[in-house]
């Protein structure tokens, strides 16, 4: 009989030495994942509780599910979290609302930035302005790809889904850019003056399409996209990732997720 139920399933029947050893792989695999992981989430939902929960669910259905999973851990890990989170949102209404106080989505870490010289705090503040304005869908994958560097492919979108994500960078782009050209450029273009005061952002659009100037200006600024890119990672608790990488292990208990 044990003999049966040890080759039925090997990895249900899990010996302690042996997964300690598991663990340990896990942990060398997913442990560098989880600073990433939370600001993907914590972007998405706005405040640290809920982000808290996804991560813990995100990483806990990876342990599950280890070793059998393939190679592509952070491509796993981000999916995950993407439709843990996604979901999360379904159910609330009052997203991006409390808490927003001790999370500072803003900052920009000066090791990603592209030219230090043309970045300031309000571009950065403007950048996420537009970020936070998008549906939550369309946000998610946006940050898949400009921020975690996860191709199309990585994410698993068809080629409809990846029509649509590069629509969302453009559009965010546009989105961005006008407001840039509005705030920082009128000057610059007399046309552009007039259409800023009655804020018609079809007519600033429309605008800024025909007019050649506007044109050059706008491509001088550095890409919306990159500026969003270059945001600072927002850490987790330090408890969070002792629950998830340690708890096992202190407790002397094996398989607790
Ligand atoms: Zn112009």
């Not at 999370?103 to 920009?108: G, N, Q």
């Not at 969302?168 to 546009?174: L, Y």
Request: aromatic fraction near 8%; include cysteine; charge should be positive.
């Amino acid at each position: 009989m044990e003999a049966v139920a040890a080759t039925a399933a090997p990895t249900k029947a899990r010996d302690p030495r042996a997964l300690a050893g598991e663990l340990e792989a896990f942990n060398s695999l997913y442990r560098p994942h989880l600073e990433a992981v939370y600001d993907f989430a914590v972007r998405i939902v706005g405040e640290r509780d809920l982000a808290t929960d996804m991560v813990r669910q995100t990483f806990g259905l990876a342990w599950r599910s280890f070793p059998e999973q393939g190679n592509d851990v952070a491509g796993r890990l981000f999916t995950t979290a993407r439709v843990c989170t996604l979901d999360s949102l379904r159910y609330r209404r009052d997203r991006n609302g409390k808490e927003r106080e001790g999370l500072h989505f803003t900052r920009i870490d000066g090791h990603r930035v592209p030219d230090a010289a043309v970045f300031d705090q309000s571009l950065a503040e403007l950048v996420w302005d537009a970020a936070s304005a998008l549906p939550r869908e369309a946000y998610s994958l946006l940050a898949l790809h400009v921020r975690h560097d996860l191709s199309p492919d990585a994410i698993g979108l068809d080629r409809t889904a990846a029509v649509r994500l590069a629509r969302t960078r453009e559009f965010f782009d546009r989105e961005v850019s006008i407001r840039l050209l509005a705030t920082r450029a009128r000057h610059r273009c007399s046309e552009l003056d007039i259409l800023v005061a009655p804020d018609d952002k079809r007519e600033l659009a429309q605008q800024i399409r025909r007019c050649k100037r506007c044109r050059e200006t706008a491509s001088r600024f550095v890409s919306p996209a990159a500026v969003l890119g270059s945001l600072a990672t927002i850490a987790p608790s330090r408890s969070l990732a002792r629950e998830i990488f340690n708890r096992p292990r202190r407790r002397g208990v094996f398989g607790i997720l």
